[in-house]
C-alpha cells in the first residue's frame, strides 16, 4: 500500500477564518485602519493581499490601499537560482510614507522572501512602520524575521514541502504539507 505523501493541514474554510482573525487582529493592533496600507508579495500574497483588503473595508467601512511587490531583483540568491529572473509588475499607486504597511505572503519559512521585500519595500519611501501577515508559519527561519500576524503555525520538516493553493490561481483553497522529500516552500 502506498503511503499518502500529502496531508491537508487547511481548508477554504480554515483559510478564510485565519484571514478573518488576521484582519480583525491589524484593525485591534492599529486601533483602526486610518493610517495602515496593504502590500502584497507577488503571486500568493498578493492575492491574500487583495482578500484582507476585502475584509478590512468591510469591517471598517473602509478603502484601504492595496498594492504587489515583486522581491525577483532583491533576492539575495538570484544568481544562485535563476540564469534569466523573470522580473514582474510591481503596482504600489500611493504613498508609504508614514503608513504602516502590512506586508501580506503565503508561507513564512527563512524569511528571505521578507528580508527582500522589506529593502523593495523601502526604495518607495520610508514607512512608519512595517507588519508581517503570513497565512502559514513552517519554521526553520535563517535571519531574524517573526510574522505579526499568522494564520496557522505548521511544524514541518526541511524536506516537507509547504502548498498553498489558491482558488484565484489554482481554482481552489487549501494547504498541504507534501512528504515526498521535494522541500522547499
Known sequence: MAKNMTVKVMSDKSISLALNRIAHEIIEKNKGVD???IVGIRTGGAVLADRLKKILDGICDADVSVGIIDITLYRDDIQVKLDQPLV??????FDLVDKVVVLVDDVLYTGRTVRAALDAIVDFGRPRAIQLAILVDRGHREL???ADYAGKEIPTSKSERVEVHLKEISGKDEVII???GRGGV
Open 144 to 146: 531574524p524575521i517573526r
Open 88 to 93: 514582474q509588475k510591481t503596482e504600489i499607486l
Open 178 to 180: 507534501d512528504r515526498s
Open 35 to 37: 493610517d495602515v496600507v
